[in-house]
DNA sequence: CATGAGAGAATTGTTAACAATAATTGTCAA
DNA sequence: TTGACAATTATTGTTAACAATTCTCTCATG
């Protein structure tokens, strides 16, 4: 239970919180890990192979970057966010991401654009695997890779944040099918990229926002509703 | 030593590690605490009559905000932005505060506005009683008010996170005398605001931001050449 | 006089035991 | 059967001791 990292079960000591939050990270990203998940420490040490005190730092960190809640003497729980935490997220993205996107367009290397192509190939290859998970992650980390080739590691570090309470944000208020990005739009980010049009690449990248934020539908939280009903039609064993 | 927190001497346990953090932000920003000094678990735990556990999740923030470095083994150590992190912090300024601007101008009410222009006095009172280190801070919580009065925490946070780390650049980069903000250009975004001309507000808020990283010499680390000496003369008992 | 080795002190990292709080189960009475 | 209450269990929060590393000071040596 609680399976967070796939792959290696073996000799996976001496970790250190930064991979152990990267990991979980991941898994919310991945929609592995829903909002409103328990997060117990006896779960992560065992998941980790580490001591409480690793987990205890990771779970503070993932808290001081509202991915993660702490409840006092209860425990770390996935965050849930609001409606008005969403609003601010999405808000917040939409400051920072087109400007991203702009001096990625101005900066971006041979190297960069090799990459981000190989980036969504793999993108479409989880697609056509119907690799959901991968899909999902894929299309996130699109985003915090553009702010790497921006080379500004405030900003990406910003990203990465964002990107994670997005999904998280998706999980709560999106109908079920929502994937968190259409891959054409990033196509055509890459584009303008390759054109060295940075004001295009900005607009493609609030545009492309405002889709996301599009998707979800946070006037109503029949989100939640739907899993009381979820929960009280699928339990009965 | 490491005299952090000023006044109350007395029975100051049951602090909670956000206060921790806030205080050692409001010292870094006042430059009481230069880049590259140490800042032993001992020294905090007397300084806040709080156990090592609280001083070490505080640590841990606070690095996590890139305002304190760990190093392995050795300690904590206030940050000593490189001159690229110092251009990356600059640079997410300018991303992210004008808009913060232009939103504050959106949705300041009457109260804010209120609350600002107190600010401002106090601002000006600091200055004219020539305590410079009341006068940096509330230069500073000046930028972090109007994320307040944007109504979105989560870019409240990071403008904090930013601010704080400007101090440090100023400290390192900047000449003896400047402060971090010049007044008058607060005054000027204040009137951007209560005309609600939003447009106005972020473009002031850009060349304000503009102005301030004009004041620090990027281009050579003269500065620290100034602490070494400093260092070396002052160190001869 | 400079340099390096080494012992001792100081500081940080880790573990484990203990205390405090919350969750769960079981019991009893209405 | 249901609801409240008590005892047990589980989980988190805290403290203190221990281990490991770094720092400092001394002293011998080139």
């Known amino acids: 239970m609680l399976k967070i990292a796939d792959g290696d079960m073996l000799p996976d000591e001496g970790i250190d919180e930064e991979a152990i939050v990267d990991r979980i990270y991941e898994a919310i990203i991945e929609q592995r890990l829903p ?3 328990k997060l117990s420490e006896a779960s992560l040490c065992s998941a980790f192979n580490v001591g409480r005190m690793r987990v205890r730092r990771s779970l503070l960190l993932l808290a001081s970057r ?16 609001t409606m008005t935490q969403a609003l601010e997220v999405f808000e917040a993205r939409r400051t920072i991401e087109p400007n991203v996107a702009r001096l990625a367009a101005r900066r971006a290397t041979e190297t960069d654009i090799n990459q981000l192509v190989a980036h969504l190939e793999m993108e479409a290859e989880a697609r056509r695997k119907r690799d959901r998970h991968l899909a999902i992650r ?3 980390q699109f985003h915090v890779l553009l702010a790497k080739v ?5 900003m990406e570090r910003m990203v990465k944040e964002l990107v994670t309470r997005t999904s998280l944000i998706i999980g ?3 109908s079920p099918g929502t994937s968190n ?8 980010i890459l584009q303008a990229l390759r054109n060295m049009n940075s004001d295009a690449a900005a607009a493609l ?9 599009h998707e979800v539908d946070l006037t109503s939280e029949r ?3 739907v899993d009381l009903v979820s929960i009280l039609s699928g339990d009965n064993s």
């Open 35 to 37: 909002p409103g998940t």
């Open 66 to 81: 509202g991915v993660v809640e702490l409840q006092n003497n209860r425990g770390a729980y996935v965050a849930q966010p």
């Open 138 to 140: 894929l299309s996130g």
């Open 150 to 154: 921006a080379h500004n590691e405030v």
């Open 172 to 174: 709560m208020y999106g």
């Open 181 to 188: 990005c259409h891959d054409d739009e990033h196509s055509e």
């Open 205 to 213: 990248m609030e545009q492309h926002l405002r889709h996301i934020e």
């Open 223 to 225: 989100k939640r509703e």
